[in-house]
């Protein structure tokens, strides 16, 4: 089993940013993908980012040139850098990690972009 936590979310002000972080912990022997996704209310699920095993990285349209994931393998933890955030950023954001097998979740995190 793969346990992922996620902190740093938080209320913001319009072009305000935010860093978020997810740790990974429990049966981790190697490297996997990892990504965030984020739901607002009242709306689905949406893919934000991703990052490869190699440090690829891909962004949605609607976060490209704010958002930066990056990742630390040696911590087993994955950053989300979100900076000009805007209101329509608010929503639960997790953070995801997949494996052969399965893909894992984290609880979420609250932000909330107002002001």
């Known amino acids: 089993q793969v346990q992922l936590v996620e902190s740093g979310g938080g209320l913001v002000h319009p072009g305000g940013t935010l860093r978020l972080s997810c740790v990974a912990s429990g049966s981790i022997n190697t490297i996997y993908p990892m990504g965030w996704y984020r739901q607002a209310p009242g709306k689905q699920r949406e893919w934000v980012t991703a990052i490869t095993t190699g440090g690829s990285t891909n962004y949605a349209n609607s976060v490209k040139g704010r958002f930066t994931i990056s990742r630390d393998n040696a911590k087993n933890t994955v950053y989300l850098q979100m900076n000009s955030l805007k209101p329509e950023d608010t929503a639960v954001y997790y953070c995801?990690?997949?494996?052969?097998?399965?893909?894992?979740w984290g609880q979420g995190t609250q932000v909330t972009v107002s002001s």
């Open positions: 995801t990690l997949v494996t052969s097998l399965k893909a894992y």
